[in-house]
């Protein structure tokens, strides 16, 4: 009868209860490792992949001696969406320090993907010295373009590693050149602090650098990038989660880098952009103005 099963019914009832969410998680998780095995597929292929396929026999060395020119440019994620870049054209000679600014959405961050090849233009061209870097016929070009560049974004990711190996971050420990960690240490204005430590470049930095400040790690973030010896330097947002006094040593390291290397800044606070040679604004995907450093002083005063 019913009431000798009961109790049997509820504890089925009260397992399913308990087992259901458990059955929801597994679900969730087989969806999302479908949706990313592709990706996964194509990171793997793309780490298999052999120097000869890039052809060495036509290797293009990016020796930028004079400027990077933007001819035209369009771009948009999707054949049949709008674009998100709309007819830019302009020039950033070698050793410029340039500015972008923008409200969000207005194409920055997709201006700079182009900027850095991680994107081609829908129509136009990007262009080194007059060599186009997408040139379908000579991959080498975009490598070589890509071994150019260091790239500081928003937010660093750092190894529960010393410093050191931080600083020359992927390269195995007993092939890190000090006298470069040396010098690129005192380039990012770091070096005082570090070498006033017990362990100096031995020092661990904590998971995610809990053991350094907001400041100290950005600096650390602007060592690495110098490491590599870089034409061009790209910081993008750099300084929107530093106190006024922090961005201002931050920014003062940056003045001191060599001359030669191509500097392209993105920044909300119109005083990241101060020292900048020239300043974009971006609006929808277009450039609205384009000023100076005198000019761009004067805009600030006026807004």
């Not at 400027?67 to 070698?94: A, C, H």
């Not at 362990?199 to 904590?206: A, F, N, R, V």
Request: net charge positive; proline share 2%.
């Amino acid at each position: 009868g019913i009431s000798n099963n009961f109790p049997i019914i509820g504890a089925l009832v009260l397992g399913g209860s308990k087992i259901f969410p458990v059955f929801q998680l597994i679900y969730a998780s087989l969806a999302a490792i479908q949706v990313q095995r592709t990706s996964l597929y194509r990171i793997v292929k793309y780490l298999e992949l052999k120097e000869a396929n890039f052809d060495l026999n036509k290797r293009f060395i990016s020796k930028f001696d004079n400027d990077i020119t933007f001819k035209d440019v369009n771009f948009k994620y999707t054949k049949n969406g709008k674009d998100v870049i709309k007819n830019i054209s302009f020039t950033v000679k070698k050793g410029e320090k340039i500015g972008l600014v923008g409200t969000t959405g207005s194409g920055k961050s997709t201006l700079l993907d182009l900027f850095m090849g991680l994107n081609k233009p829908s129509k136009g061209n990007i262009f080194i010295d007059g060599h186009d870097i997408n040139d379908k016929k000579n991959i080498s070009k975009l490598k070589s373009w890509h071994q150019s560049i260091s790239h500081v974004p928003q937010k660093m990711y750092f190894t529960n590693a010393t410093i050191a190996e931080n600083i020359a971050f992927g390269v195995p420990k007993k092939e890190i050149n000090m006298e470069r960690i040396h010098t690129v240490s005192g380039l990012a204005k770091i070096s005082e602090f570090i070498e006033s430590s017990p362990l100096g470049y031995d020092s661990l930095i904590g998971e995610r650098g809990v053991n350094l400040s907001g400041g100290q790690l950005q600096r650390i973030a602007i060592a690495r990038a110098l490491y590599r010896s870089p034409k061009v330097l790209i910081l993008d947002e750099i300084t929107s989660a530093l106190d006024t006094q922090t961005e201002k040593e931050v920014l003062s390291s940056i003045q001191t880098l060599d001359k030669s290397i191509t500097i392209i800044v993105i920044a909300h606070r119109k005083s990241t952009l101060k020292n900048c040679d020239k300043i974009i604004q971006l609006e929808d995907g277009q450039i609205q103005n384009t000023f100076l450093k005198s000019e761009f002083k004067e805009y600030e005063i006026n807004n």
